[in-house]
T-cell receptor, first 114, second 117 residues
Framework: DGGITQSPKYLFRKEGQNVTLSCEQN?????MYWYRQDPGQGLRLIYY???????QKGDIAEGYSVSREKKESFPLTVTSAQKNPTAFYLC?????????????FGDGTRLSIL | AQTVTQSQPEMSVQEAETVTLSCTYD???????LFWYKQPPSRQMILVIR??????QNATENRFSVNFQKAAKSFSLKISDSQLGDAAMYFC??????????????FGKGTKLSVKP
């Protein structure tokens, strides 16, 4: 079955450490997205990518970085510059950016500070 | 900038009854899409229903229907014959039809729905 796989499910970060969250999709979707979810805040966009080797900052990109070397993969790195990384992170994809195709979501990664 | 507002942080409904969740949005665009997503305790985001702004007919998916009022910028979700499995966070989301932020969803803060047996 096609879908979006996020790993790990739980991740712990030490002070000063960079951590990378994995997102892989086998839906052949062009666009991929990363969201952060905090209690009472809904989902906020961190980064998005419309095609391979191209990505754009979302609303809260500071302290995060991404790459898009392959169509199916869009990893997110939470750097030490992100001072409050504890949150639930969701990856999503959609067939193409124009038009009303809905985004499909992975199961998420919960990141906590040690 | 577009915004999405869900004014009901929490709602409760009796099993088999009907409940309506509210959503309003602010945009100057005429071409856009609206979505309702459900997030159960498992935290997975599940698409419930989708509405195209240029269609006047309200979308329906089984027990789920919307009341789309374009002039009022309102997009409410009605759940009929509520079931215990409907208990979840519900998020309203807006997406531009075209433009620079192509495909990006703007979410409301969500409404937590409880279903009483």
């Amino acid at each position: 079955d096609g879908g979006i796989t996020q790993s790990p499910k739980y991740l712990f970060r030490k002070e000063g450490q960079n951590v990378t969250l994995s997102c892989e999709q086998n839906l052949n979707h062009d666009a991929m997205y990363w969201y952060r979810q905090d209690p009472g805040q809904g989902l906020r966009l961190i980064y998005y990518s419309q095609i391979v080797n191209d990505f754009q900052k979302g609303d809260i990109a500071e302290g995060y970085s991404v790459s898009r070397e392959k169509k199916e993969s869009f990893p997110l790195t939470v750097t030490s510059a992100q001072k409050n990384p504890t949150a639930f992170y969701l990856c999503a994809s959609s067939p193409y950016t124009l038009g009303g195709q809905p985004q499909h979501f992975g199961d998420g990664t919960r990141l906590s500070i040690l | 900038a577009q915004t999405v507002t869900q004014s009901q942080p929490e709602m409760s409904v009796q099993e088999a009854e009907t409940v309506t969740l509210s959503c309003t949005y602010d945009t100057s665009e005429s071409d856009y899409y609206l979505f309702w997503y459900k997030q159960p305790p498992s935290r997975q985001m599940i698409l419930v229903i989708r509405q195209e702004a240029y269609k006047q007919q309200n979308a329906t998916e089984n027990r789920f229907s919307v009341n789309f009022q374009k002039a009022a910028k309102s997009f409410s979700l009605k759940i009929s014959d509520s079931q215990l499995g409907d208990a979840a966070m519900y998020f309203c989301a807006y997406r531009e039809g075209y433009g620079g932020s192509q495909g990006n969803l703007i979410f409301g803060k969500g409404t937590k729905l409880s279903v009483k047996p």
